[in-house]
Every structure is written in C-alpha cells, then in structure tokens.
C-alpha cells in the first residue's frame, strides 16, 4: 500500500524548490529579490565588474549583463510599493552601448535615485554614475576618463573615426548634461596626457571628482541613504505642501 503524501512532504518540496529559485536567480543576475528590510521601499541595483553587452565575454571575467538590469529597471519604475533606486557601482566599464543604454534608462526613472561609485567606476561606468539624481562617491574610489576605444577588426576608413567621434560626443553630451562639470574640463580630462600609463585620459579620486563637478559629493551607504530618504520624502509631498515650504 502506497503511502500518501503528507502537508509536511509537500511543504518540504516547495521550500526546495524556492531554494532553487532563489539559487538560480542569484547566479543569473548577481542577486537576490529578498527585501532587505521588511516592506522595504528601495531597491538595491548592482553593475560589478565589466559591463557586458552585445559580445558575451569569458567566463572567468565578473560582469554585469545590461539585459538584465533593463528589466529591473521597468519593474522599478511600474512597482507602486518601490519608491527609490540606489545604484551600486564598482566596474571598470565595458560596452558603450550597453552602458549608455543602462545610463538613459536611470536618468529617465520617475523616481528618486542615487548612485555609489565604491572602488572604481571607470570609463563607461562615468556616465552611468552621473545619471542618478544625487551621486556620491566613496573617498578612496576612482573614476578614469579616456576617449573612446575600439576592440577587434578596425576598418581603416576615415568612416570608422567619424563614427567614433559621434560616439564619443554621445558620452559627452550625456555626462555634462547630468553633472556639474564644465565641458571644456570633461575633455581637458579625457585627453589628458601623462596622467596614465601608455594611455591618454585622468584617473580622478573621490575628491577631485567633487571638486570637479562630476560627482555631487563625497559618501558612502549612510550618506546615500539619507540623501534618498529626503528625495522620497520630497517626492511624495503634493504641489501644495512644496509650494507652502519654499
């Protein structure tokens, strides 16, 4: 005689199995979906490593998969129970594309966000830093600026260089637009020359880059916290009650 399935052996099979979703969503995207506090109203967004984009890097390199943060972002934006998006950054850049993709997505959010650069956000990771309504930027954290570069088979053509050009004015146009710094000192960084080793371009600490105007200021988790508790607090107060305050 067959013995029949108690509750207990059908609950033990569910928490497996979300033990398994949970595992896999973790090896996917880098992340769990757990709240970090109960009824938690902000979400937490995380771009280590190199930004991947069309080109699926190596295995044994860390990276981010843009394709995965652009659906995170929507379900930010059309979550009601989400009001604030803190941006964790430690990359060294990657695809120009991608991160600019990532980087209009964010800047186009609704909602109250606030970017970290913690380590490094280099190259590409410089717009997308930016393009958060309050960045910060941790004291010992570094940000390199350099022209654009192009890997693989270059074509010759004075073409290639024209679209290069284009490309790299897109990075421009996108920083100065969503940051204090002047345009004329963003490209005095950029092609800086002595600054990098076999290279042209500036590494900027946490400090310059304040002082420069490309980061609001300098902070961590407790400082970006408290900036996006004052946004959303901002955010949800109607027109009147602004209005009464200024």
Do not use: C
């Amino acid at each position: 005689m067959e013995k029949e399935p108690s509750k207990k052996d059908d609950q033990n099979q569910g928490d497996e199995a979300n033990n398994s979703s949970l595992v896999q969503k973790i090896q996917q995207l880098g992340q769990s979906n757990v709240p970090q506090a109960p009824d938690s109203n902000i979400h937490v967004l995380s771009i280590i490593g190199q930004v991947e984009g069309h080109v699926q890097l190596p295995a044994q390199n860390k990276t981010t998969k843009y394709e995965h943060l652009l659906p995170q972002l929507i379900a930010v934006e059309q979550n009601p129970k989400i009001e604030g998006l803190i941006i964790l950054l430690n990359t060294v850049g990657g695809d120009v594309e991608a991160g600019l993709a990532l980087s209009e997505m964010i800047s186009s959010i609704s909602k109250p966000t606030v970017s970290i650069v913690l380590g490094g956000g280099h190259s590409i990771g410089v717009p997308i830093a930016v393009s958060a309504d309050h960045s910060f930027i941790a004291p010992t954290a570094t940000m390199t600026i350099h022209p654009i570069r192009l890997n693989g088979l270059v074509i010759g053509v004075p073409q290639t260089f024209e679209y290069m050009d284009k490309m790299q004015d897109r990075v421009i146009d996108f920083v100065i637009h969503h940051s204090n710094i002047e345009e004329e000192k963003f490209k005095e960084l950029m092609f800086a020359k002595g600054n990098l080793t076999r290279d042209i371009g500036t590494n900027v600490i946490g400090t310059d880059a304040v002082e420069y105007g490309l980061i609001d200021g300098v902070g961590g988790v407790s400082q970006a916290m408290v900036k996006l508790s004052e946004m959303i607090g901002d955010n949800n107060q109607g027109p009147e009650e602004q209005q009464v305050i200024q």
